[in-house]
């Protein structure tokens, strides 16, 4: 199993970004996916979550909701994670994981040691 993900980069606060996580290896629809994020001395903390078809659930944590939108491709075994009004206290390492048991009514309750498969995360840094 691979979980590819890309996209991140260096923005000023207030940009930008998009990041997508590519799966291979595994049967996409039957997981449920999430953003994870960890800056430098924190621990690794969920973003946003979203349901094995993309349509009945998504979560978001209280830090990026109304900034960032997950979103899912099953036909392109991808999930997508935009990111708008970027701030410096957004700047961490991304990472995608996908989880096979967390049920789309409680994608809040994902947490690290949970997931089953980590991409290798991808360097999200926003200047002020």
């Known amino acids: 199993v691979q979980l590819q993900a890309s996209g991140g980069g260096l923005v000023q606060a207030g940009g930008s970004l998009r990041l997508s996580c590519a799966a291979s290896?595994?049967?996409?629809?039957?997981?449920?996916m999430g953003w994870f994020r960890q800056a430098p001395g924190k621990e690794r903390e969920l973003v946003a979550a979203?349901?094995?078809?993309?349509?009945?659930?998504?979560y978001y944590a209280d830090s990026v909701k109304g900034r960032f939108t997950i979103s899912r491709d099953n036909a392109k075994n991808t999930i997508y994670l935009q990111m708008n009004s970027l701030k410096p206290e957004d700047t961490a390492v991304y990472y995608c994981?996908?989880?096979?048991?967390?049920?789309?009514?409680?994608?809040?309750?994902?947490?690290?040691?949970?997931?089953?498969?980590w991409g290798a995360g991808t360097q999200v840094t926003v200047s002020s």
């Open positions: 979203i349901s094995r078809s993309g349509r009945s659930a998504t």
């Open positions: 290896g595994l049967t996409f629809s039957s997981y449920a």
């Open positions: 994981a996908a989880d096979r048991r967390t049920p789309s009514q409680a994608l809040g309750a994902m947490k690290p040691d949970g997931m089953d498969y």
